[in-house]
């Protein structure tokens, strides 16, 4: 490949990689869905997580809600009221979405890795 | 992460691999780039390459030169006049660049092989 190139040290190889129901219809997580949930955590609030993402709040309860109708338990809950005004929440599950999302990308950033010191 | 699921089996792991500058400013090849290579393979023209792809003639041009334009040797040329009155190939530069960019997909096919036979 390199050899076809006027500038062969300036482009690497890179990707993405998303889990999605096999028939196409709907994504359940990918690095956007994760970085929202990250944001969360981090903000507590969905409307917080969507303006640090430049992302509309409908677009962001859409996501939040296409991951918690596809999930046994859900990965984000709204809390309203009680003593600390209510928020929003991830929860142990969320957590381990982000951490396996986290794993498999660590793997294919390892992928991507070596492709790129093989090629030529 | 399938034990967070309603449906755990309905899930797979996808994605997608391009060659880019570093610098993010314009891309190589993909999947759309080497579609219509092949499919200027098949028809010996742009404007019917890019009807089969259903893309703009102006799309399919400037992706051509967008390729062209980062080679030592285009990778696909056209010809005025002749015999033939003229047309499209894809040079043996474009032939190589499509072959190994299939190689480097099957790898990355492979990956997801064995990450989707691994997803727990």
């Known amino acids: 490949m390199k050899n076809l190139l006027q500038n062969p040290n300036e482009i690497s190889i890179t990707g993405a990689i998303w889990i ?13 869905r994760i970085e929202l949930l ?25 996501l939040v809600n296409s991951m918690n109708s596809q999930t046994l338990q859900p990965l984000v809950i709204t809390q309203t009221g009680g003593k600390s005004g209510g928020g929003t929440l991830v929860t142990a599950e969320g957590l381990q979405a982000i951490d396996d999302y986290k794993v498999l990308q660590n793997r294919f950033q390892a992928f991507l890795l070596q492709e790129n010191q093989c090629l030529k």
């Open 38 to 62: 990250e944001l969360i955590v981090e903000h507590g609030s969905i409307s917080k997580a969507a303006k640090a993402m430049e992302m509309s709040y409908k677009r962001a309860w859409d």
């Open 20 to 32: 999605e129901r096999q028939d196409g219809t709907d994504r359940f997580l990918g690095k956007g």
